[in-house]
C-alpha cells in the first residue's frame, strides 16, 4: 500500500569518509539488482549494477554487495565527496516480466566537508 | 542526441480536466518508462513498455493511459485528473542487449488543484 508522509532516511557523512548505503528488495527472480543516483530537480541516473548470480561488483570507488540469502543489497562509496550529495535508490529488473523496472526506497546521502 | 525528452515540464490542472503528457527518446530503445515521485519519495512505475506495440502495467495504474505510437514516443494520458495525481513525471528508456542502463527525462511537474 502507500506510505504516505514518509521521508527518506538519510545518512550524513564527512568528506572523504566511506558510506554504505543500504537497500532491502522484495522479488527473489529478479535478474539485475541496480544503483540509481538522483541529484535535486533532475532524473535518476544509472551507477552500477549487479547480475542476480554474483555477490559483488566493482566499479570506480563503488562497490556493490548483494546478500540473496536475506535479500539485501548494499552500496559503498569510497573517500565520498560533496558532489555525492543526492538520493540513491536501489532497483530492480525483471526480464521475464518484459524487463519491468522497480525502484525501492531511497537513501539521501549528505556529505559535509 | 537528446536522450529523452519530456513535454511539458511544468503543468497545473483543474480536478477533472484530462492531459496527455509526452515522451520521446532518441536512442532506439525498445523499452519504455512512466513513473511518478512524490515529495519526499521513491519513483513508482506506472507502465511500461516492452518494445513498439506492447503496454503493461505496473505498480500504480489506476487513473493513467499510456500509448506506445512508435518506438520513439510513449505517451501517458490523464483522462480525469484527481489532486492525488500531483506528482512529478518522469520517463525513461533502456535497450535490453545494451544493458540494464535505463535513461531518464528532467521530469514533468504535475499539480492539480
Known amino acids: 500500500g502507500e506510505s504516505v508522509g514518509l521521508h527518506l532516511p538519510t545518512l550524513s557523512v564527512q568528506e572523504g569518509d566511506n558510506s554504505i548505503i543500504n537497500c532491502a528488495y522484495s522479488n527473489s527472480a529478479s535478474d539485475y539488482f541496480i544503483w540509481y543516483k538522483q541529484e535535486s530537480g533532475k532524473g535518476p541516473q544509472f551507477i552500477i549494477d549487479i547480475r542476480s548470480n554474483m555477490d559483488k561488483r566493482q566499479g570506480q570507488r563503488v562497490t556493490v554487495l548483494l546478500n540473496k540469502t536475506v535479500k539485501h543489497l548494499s552500496l559503498q562509496i569510497a573517500a565520498t565527496q560533496p558532489g555525492d550529495s543526492a538520493v540513491y535508490f536501489c532497483?530492480?529488473?525483471?526480464?521475464?516480466?518484459?524487463?519491468?523496472?522497480?525502484f525501492g526506497q531511497g537513501t539521501e546521502l549528505s556529505v559535509k566537508p | 542526441n537528446a536522450g529523452v525528452t519530456q513535454t511539458p515540464k511544468f503543468q497545473v490542472l483543474k480536478t477533472g480536466q484530462s492531459m496527455t503528457l509526452q515522451c520521446a527518446q532518441d536512442m532506439n530503445h525498445n523499452s519504455m518508462y512512466w513513473y511518478r515521485q512524490d515529495p519526499g519519495m521513491g519513483l513508482r512505475l506506472i507502465y511500461y513498455?516492452?518494445?513498439?506495440?506492447?503496454?503493461d502495467k505496473g505498480e500504480v495504474p489506476n487513473g493513467y493511459n499510456v500509448s506506445r505510437l512508435n518506438k520513439r514516443e510513449f505517451s501517458l494520458r490523464l483522462e480525469s485528473a484527481a489532486p492525488s495525481q500531483t506528482s512529478v513525471y518522469f520517463c525513461?528508456?533502456?535497450?535490453?542487449?545494451?544493458?540494464?542502463?535505463?535513461?531518464f527525462g528532467q521530469g514533468t511537474r504535475l499539480t492539480v488543484v
Open positions: 513498455s516492452a518494445s513498439e506495440g506492447t503496454t
Open positions: 525513461a528508456s533502456s535497450e535490453v542487449r545494451a544493458g540494464t542502463e535505463a535513461f
Open positions: 532497483a530492480e529488473i525483471s526480464y521475464n516480466q518484459g524487463g519491468k523496472l522497480i
